[in-house]
């Protein structure tokens, strides 16, 4: 079943009297364009809505003429039938939710909200379908006796196991209901993510005193005058919530007044008496959630959406999380008394808060490390920090990339590759999109506009992926500077695109990063690895201007400092991670009347229990936390440090061969992890790389917990 049946869109507007002929859209016929990546100069928002429509309606009769199919139900007129149905919807879509994430408009919102319920019905009309499930059901219960290859039989199982979690064995009482919440969480989750980033867009500091900019570094400033120019307001400077501009500010600026403004607006996103407030939608969502898993006789949310997981339950990722909480919360502590010495250090006799601790750990990291951000990023350039990951790929896995401005774009700063073998035959397309703007939500991201797969006929269709970042962009005065932060992003997202891009299975449901999630960060966390290697970074990181590589002296005191302010990055992340368990473990609805203090009271519960320290606040607070209530994360945050365990751990099979870019432990890794998509289960696919189950030392060296 396509993934796409599932994913929950976020909002959208649409004049119906401006939809073209259908031959005039091009999303009716197949692509005709280099490589067939969408026609991206010819597809306008009007076309959407009549495609997703017409995908629809396609889609439903091939699942008919499944249905009514007089053959008995075998696997390639039933189970294989329906993985290749909707080949039309999917095309469309994949164009429309990327759009909807980066390049947004009042228009493709309101699209969004009119096809989501729809789509939710659509897809309940597939999964909820009785005589689908039973043809479904009769190839399952035969599945021992058909002689079916390993990856046959994983899609076998795979897909009866997505009817039965959607529903298909309820009672038709059940289903109904099922319908109704499924219809009220897209629409819900659509709110949810549009109201994020409404607020983000929304919210502007205008700065007029030259004075208040003491302490931010010149590409802060020129970045500000440029937006503030933007805005017809020369000679001001604008901040806004957009990472590349707010983080600075919270690290650099001397204005204490003005720092706490901006990270109280930081965290209070969703949260405010506006238009965009998210406090009684997420506590929806929660409701729904839960009586979604208990009308399939589950505890709570959590217990019914860990079962597919490399954790398996919420136990497990509970203990692994205490684990990793109890180094990490003791380190937070010391690092809070360094910086509060700091303080008096400095003169006063204020108590640390929560808009002083960037400002005043970059302080001592520059003391005690002698290292300054701004003087780091003077040697991470775009474009060579994306030559310098092209470079490691290559030593890696023999890939190469070539530029291709003959490729159709969706946006005029869009860079496409195309990605090719060691002996120069094709692989897939690449995508990356960089730089912050208001149609584009914030963070950083991967997805694709094709999976790979093979086709009905035997070809193999080659993939079309695409990362979407919001780095710093280039100012009036110099190009895209990366912060350190920046730059492993990079690496981190580029990982992900390889797990798209190296596919090499024959389903499309169960190619590429449809995995399991606690597993998907593997492939992306893993390359920050080499990110952060000292001979691996002497070869990209390049001072912009002078062209000459960074100082060993330099690249030490990055080493030195790797572990630096860990404990408040771990106990940020774990606090969110917590937060995410809380709201998806509860066994009882939410009551009506307290439903808009719910953010309130969950926080405090997560605070209280865990010990929380209040000069740091939760990563992502209830009212912003897109990865659960807009996203694919719910009860499912732990996963990024789940595949920190893998990760680390799969690093040190390079490490052990002495070589970084062991040629045998790459192929290994390709093999086992980067090509073989969901074909397996997670855990098998692990050990066959590595030789066993991972251990958790390594994490915790890594982030500096242990000695």
Known sequence: MKKYLLIMITPLFFLASCAPAEEENPFFTDYDTPFGVPPFDMIENAHFEPAILEGISRHEEEIREIVDNPTPPNFENTIVALEYSGEMLDRVLSVFYNFNSSLTSSEIQEIAQEMSPKLSEHSDNIRLNLELFDRVKTVYEQRHQLGLNDEQMRLLEETHKGFVRSGANLPADKQERLREINTEISRLVLDFGQNVLGETNTFKMVVENEADLAGLPESSIESAADRAAQEDLEGKWVFTLHNPSVMPFLYNADNRELRQKMQQAYINRGNNDNDYNNREILARIANLRLERAQLMDYNSFAEFSLEETMAGSIETVMNFV????????????????????????????????????????????????????????????????????????????????????????????????????????????????????????????????????????????????????????????????????????????????????????????????????????????????????????????????????????????????????????????????????????????????????????????????????????????????????????AAGYYSYLWSGLLDADAYEAFRETGDVYDSATAASFRENILERGNTKDAMDMYVNFRGREPVIGPLLRQRGLVE
């Open 322 to 633: 205490d684990q990793v909480w109890e180094p990490a919360i003791a380190l937070a502590k010391e690092e809070a008394t360094q910086l509060q010495e700091m303080i008096y250090e400095d003169g006063f006799d204020f108590a640390l808060e929560q808009w002083d601790w960037r400002y005043y750990s970059e302080k001592v990291r520059r003391e005690k490390y002698d290292l300054d951000e701004q003087e780091v990023r003077q040697y991470f350039e775009l474009n060579t920090v994306r030559d310098g990951i092209f470079m490691i790929v290559e030593k890696l896995w023999g890939l190469g990339f070539v530029e291709r401005p003959d490729v159709p774009r969706y946006h005029e700063d869009v860079q496409v590759f195309e990605v090719e073998e060691a002996d120069g035959s094709h692989i897939g397309i690449l995508y990356m999109d960089f730089h912050p703007r208001d149609s584009k939500r914030g963070g950083a991201w991967m997805s694709s506009y094709r999976s790979q797969k093979v086709d009905r006929d035997g070809n193999f269709i080659h993939p079309v992926i695409t990362i979407v970042c919001n780095f710093s962009p280039p100012s009036s005065t110099r190009p895209s500077l990366l912060t350190y932060d920046e730059m492993t992003t990079f690496f981190h997202e580029f990982g992900h695109a390889l797990h798209g891009l190296l596919s090499d299975v024959h389903y499309p449901s169960l190619a590429g990063t449809s995995v399991t999630r606690d597993f998907v960060e593997l492939p992306s966390q893993i390359m920050e690895n080499w990110a952060n290697e000292p001979e691996v970074m002497k070869t990209f990181a390049i001072h912009y201007e002078t062209g000459e590589p960074m100082p060993d002296e330099l690249m030490d005191r990055i080493v030195e400092s790797a572990h630096f302010n860990q404990g408040f990055e771990t106990v940020e992340f774990l606090m969110s991670t917590y937060l995410d368990m809380e709201y998806h473990t509860i066994s009882a609805p939410f009551d009506e009347e307290i439903l808009y203090d719910v953010a309130d009271i969950i926080e405090g519960q997560t605070i209280q229990k865990k010990g929380m320290i209040p000069e740091i606040h939760f990563r992502h607070a209830s009212t912003h936390f897109n990865h659960i209530f807009s996203g694919g994360y």
